[in-house]
């Protein structure tokens, strides 16, 4: 896929004035303190990208990407934030002071945004499983 924004950190992407302030689609990926994507064992293979959530806005109440990353962070709101809550601990004592970032592709057609993320999930065919915190497949997905 192309049109993927830079990598920015959670507090910017968050950012209801920030740069996802726009419909599409997201990648949540954990980095040591020095920036560098910490790799992570896959059933096949390492993602050496650090993707821990794979995800998409929109929704009927359109929500923006800003949105869902400050669900995400909220821990409580969004599948993929209660995970990772439950895992920074674990995180924490591994990777002290990791911390997360996050990239994004804007989606204009509300209908095209389950497609885009089934393709964005395609990580799937590469390691045999989801990233850590997506806990299940999306509609779009099933094939």
């Not at 896929?1 to 209801?16: F, L, Q, Y």
């Not at 997201?26 to 790799?39: D, L, R």
Request: net charge positive; hydrophobic share 35%.
């Amino acid at each position: 896929m192309s049109n993927w924004s830079d990598w920015v950190p959670i507090e910017i992407a968050k950012s209801k004035t920030g740069p996802f302030n726009y419909l599409g689609i997201y990648q949540i990926g954990a980095v040591m303190p020095t920036g560098k994507p910490i790799p992570i064992h896959r059933l096949v293979g390492v993602d050496r990208s650090g993707v821990l959530y794979i995800g998409r806005s929109g929704h009927a109440l359109r929500r923006s990407i800003a949105n869902r990353i400050g669900e995400f962070d909220d821990g409580k709101r969004h599948s993929g934030g209660a995970t990772y809550a439950r895992a920074k601990q674990v995180l924490d004592k591994v990777f002290p002071g990791h911390r997360l970032q996050v990239k994004a592709m804007r989606v204009t057609a509300q209908e095209a945004i389950e497609g885009a993320e089934s393709r964005a999930l395609e990580y799937f065919e590469e390691h045999a499983e989801l990233p850590p915190c997506n806990s299940a497949r999306s509609n779009a997905w099933k094939r």
